[in-house]
Each structure stands twice: as structure tokens, then as C-alpha cells.
């Protein structure tokens, strides 16, 4: 297991892209987390659906376990989940450094977050494209980390909303006006054609899955180009 110390480097980065690991090759899973990772993915994230939340399955702590002592990336996990509070220990064990629960999911989001950084781990809050914004107002100053969804979640390859880039906007108006240091994610049909626009409505952290993991043989010249865009934002 790699230290706490590395994990906090890795979340004072600017911009940052999180491969999504549920458009990768589960025959080869490894293979393809290491490609992405030696072309310079520093995170990886994982979605986890339970088929209820979300109307599919995908898989669950054990894929996190697996892959934790292969990679030394920040591993960031997005439970798509009904009642996740019940999972927050299960994803430690297995070496998550961020947990995302979404606001429609929980009863008691401040109790959510609280025991997720009780763990050792980071919180943070997903957001439906139709969850208004005024469902996480009033955690921000406690939250980091809000994940805005771009694609209504429970299954990958899906075209991005585009009226979602003006709920960004909104997110990072409100986090500076409050001078909080926001890091804001968004996941959901984020491309190489269309990221452009997404960092200058205000995200640092990007999520891609098939067009990262589309191709095995373009896995590392797609981080690599991604990477560049963040780069250059």
C-alpha cells in the first residue's frame, strides 16, 4: 500500500484526467491501467454501480483491491449505489484515496461525509445532470471534491448534456465567491474534441472512459494527448 503523503501530492495537482476504468479491457484490466499509467495517468476511477441507483452492475471493492498494489495512482471512487454509507469501509480496505457518493442517494450527506473522512479517505458529492445545485450549497465549504455528471450514470459511451457546461459554470462561481479551492470533476462523454470547453466552463478533473480505453493500441497516445490539453488549459 502507498503512503498517505503520496496521495496528497497528488490532489494539490491543477488538472487532472481520471481514466475510467469501467471502459477498459476486464480480460486484461491490468494491462490496460498500466499503459495508461506509464503514458502519465496519475488517477484512475471506478465506477460502482449496484444495479438499483443506477439500472446496471459493474463490480465492487474486490477490482479496487486487485489493481491497488499494481499502481501508484490516486484511485477515486464513485459509488452509484443505494444506502453507500454502508460501503465506505469495504473501499478503504481496498485502497480507495476518494469516495463520491451521490447527493441522491444518501439521507444524511454531512454524516456521509464526515465518516468517509473519518476513514482516512477524501469525500466527495456526485451530481445527477438534472440534480440542481442547491442540494450541495450548503456542504461546500466541507466538501472538495464535486463530481458533476455529464450523462445520466449506468452505462458508459454516452454523448455528453451539453446544458451541463453551464452547471459548471455555476459551480465554479459559486465555490470562488466563497474563495473555496474547489476541485470540480465531471463525468459523462468527455472527448478529446470536446474538453476544451468543459476546463473553460471551470473543471479540473476530467473522467474519461472509452475514449481513453477505446482502443488498446491508443491507450497511451490518448492519456498523452488528453494530458497535453490539461496542460496547456
Same mark, same amino acid.
Given at each position: ?22 471502459? +477498459? ?63 465506505? +469501509? ?112 471551470? +473543471? ?30
Amino acid at each position: 500500500m502507498y503512503r498517505k503523503e503520496r496521495i496528497i501530492k497528488e490532489v494539490s495537482v491543477k488538472n487532472r484526467l481520471s481514466p475510467s476504468i469501467l471502459a +477498459a479491457d476486464f480480460s486484461a484490466l491490468q494491462e490496460d491501467v498500466a499503459l495508461a499509467e506509464a503514458a502519465g495517468a496519475k488517477s484512475f476511477h471506478f465506477d460502482i454501480m449496484d444495479g438499483h441507483f443506477v439500472p446496471n452492475i459493474s463490480y465492487g471493492a474486490g477490482i479496487v483491491s486487485a489493481l491497488r498494489n499494481k499502481s501508484k495512482a490516486f484511485f477515486d471512487v464513485h459509488l452509484m449505489v443505494e444506502e453507500p454509507d454502508y460501503f465506505f +469501509a469495504d473501499y478503504k480496505k481496498a485502497g480507495a484515496d476518494r469516495v463520491s457518493v451521490h447527493v441522491e442517494a444518501v439521507k444524511h450527506l454531512d454524516r456521509s461525509l464526515q465518516a468517509i473522512r473519518e476513514l482516512g479517505m477524501e469525500g466527495g458529492v456526485a451530481l445527477n445532470p438534472a440534480t440542481s445545485l442547491s442540494t450541495i450549497e450548503e456542504i461546500l465549504p466541507i466538501c472538495p471534491y464535486i463530481l458533476i455528471m455529464s450523462v445520466n450514470p449506468g452505462f458508459g459511451g454516452q454523448s455528453f448534456i451539453s446544458y451541463t457546461l453551464d452547471k459548471i459554470k455555476r459551480l465554479r462561481k459559486m465555490a470562488e465567491e466563497r474563495n473555496l479551492p474547489l476541485e470540480i470533476g465531471v463525468d459523462g462523454g468527455v472527448k478529446l474534441d470536446n474538453i476544451s470547453p468543459i476546463l473553460e466552463a471551470g +473543471a479540473n478533473f476530467i473522467v474519461a472512459g472509452s475514449s481513453v480505453f477505446g482502443k488498446k493500441d491508443e491507450i497511451g497516445e490518448r492519456v498523452k494527448s488528453f494530458n497535453k490539453v490539461l496542460e496547456n488549459a
